[in-house]
């Protein structure tokens, strides 16, 4: 019900931008974001979107460097990331659940992964 895309390879200090789009109408009054995980630790939160005022939130170490965004499409979402550091090379998840979406516990629903890889 969720896929996500967007992921890749690319330098430090470059951009990448993602996306999740649903299938359906599960973005309703939820909260959309992303989480990412890199091996062997735990799966952390990134970003969310409010879907009822559109509010967004994100971790402290990729404030000023991604944004959340929905799409012109309602069922789309996007994370434009700038700036991109070694220390975000991760698995990157879309997740929709009970806003603000920041923890693991309040996702309803789970995308596939996408990877993304900063080289120093």
């Known amino acids: 019900q969720l896929q996500a895309s967007g992921g890749g390879l690319v330098q430090a200090g470059g951009s990448l931008r993602l996306s999740c789009t649903a299938i359906?109408?599960?973005?309703?009054?939820?909260?959309i974001g992303w989480f990412r995980q890199v091996q062997g630790r735990e799966r952390e939160w990134v970003s969310s979107?409010?879907?009822?005022?559109?509010?967004?939130y994100y971790r402290d170490s990729v404030k000023g460097r991604f944004t959340i965004t929905r799409g012109n499409a309602k069922n789309t979402v996007h994370l434009q990331m700038n700036s991109l550091k070694p220390e975000d090379t991760a698995v990157y998840y879309c997740?929709?659940?009970?806003?603000?979406?920041?923890?693991?516990?309040?996702?309803?629903?789970w995308g596939q992964g996408t990877l993304v890889t900063v080289s120093a």
């Open positions: 997740a929709v659940g009970l806003p603000p979406l920041h923890r693991e516990i309040a996702v309803e629903y």
């Open positions: 979107i409010s879907s009822t005022d559109g509010s967004t």
């Open positions: 359906g109408s599960i973005f309703d009054d939820y909260a």
